[in-house]
Each structure stands twice: as structure tokens, then as C-alpha cells.
């Protein structure tokens, strides 16, 4: 089982900035794709962004100019940066992780870690 441990949530005021990270473990094989979704209270969980092992990068239109998803594959780490945080951003931010060994797609999640936005 591939563990995601994420760290950087908070509070913060808008306009603000926070980096979350993410960093996967005991994987027997590469990861694919790693990125984060979030959820709010009453609210599905969506997609923030997404990025696969060759760097290609996908972002949520709500986010894009705003939030920036890296990763290091060496460490198995990817984080995200966010700038210009709005009250509306306020959620609890989940880690994915997509690992495809063979013809079998295995999709492991984080535990979240809470990101609050005040006016």
C-alpha cells in the first residue's frame, strides 16, 4: 500500500500564500500521475491540478494563474504552490497518486490537510 503524507496546510488571509507538499511512499513501482483535488464543506471533491511523470501539468480553471503544481520524481514528492488565495479556496486538500504496474490502474489518496482562507 503507497502511503501519501501532505504537509503546508493552514490559515492564512486572502491575498496570501501557501505551499503544500506531498511526498509518496512504498511504491514498488513508478508513479504515474500525482496531483491534488480538494473538498469543501456541502461541496464533491474536485481536481486542482494534476501532473504526470514527463511534467505535463493540468490545471482547474478556478486555480490556473494562481496555483502551481511541481514535482520532484527523485524524491517522489510533488507540491503546490498557491498565490493570491481566495476565502473560496477554503477546503481540505487531498494528495492523489495513480500507479499503472502492469494493465491495472491503482489509485491511492492522503489523508488531507486543511486549508482556510479568511476575509
Known amino acids: 500500500q503507497v502511503q501519501l503524507v501532505e504537509s503546508g496546510g493552514g490559515l492564512v488571509q486572502a491575498g496570501g500564500s501557501l505551499r503544500l507538499s506531498c511526498s509518496a511512499s512504498?511504491?514498488?513501482?513508478?508513479?504515474?500521475?500525482m496531483g491534488w483535488y480538494r473538498q469543501a464543506p456541502g461541496k464533491q471533491r474536485e481536481l486542482v491540478a494534476t501532473?504526470?511523470?514527463?511534467?505535463?501539468?493540468n490545471y482547474a480553471d478556478s486555480v490556473k494563474g494562481r496555483f502551481t503544481i511541481s514535482r520532484d520524481n527523485a524524491k517522489n514528492t510533488v507540491y503546490l504552490q498557491m498565490n493570491s488565495l481566495k476565502p473560496e479556496d477554503t477546503a481540505v486538500y487531498y494528495c492523489?497518486?495513480?500507479?499503472?504496474?502492469?494493465?491495472?490502474?491503482?489509485?491511492?489518496w492522503g489523508q488531507g490537510t486543511q486549508v482556510t482562507v479568511s476575509s
Open positions: 501532473i504526470t511523470n514527463g511534467g505535463t501539468t
Open positions: 512504498g511504491s514498488k513501482f513508478s508513479i504515474n500521475t
Open positions: 492523489k497518486a495513480s500507479v499503472t504496474p502492469f494493465i491495472y490502474a491503482y489509485v491511492y
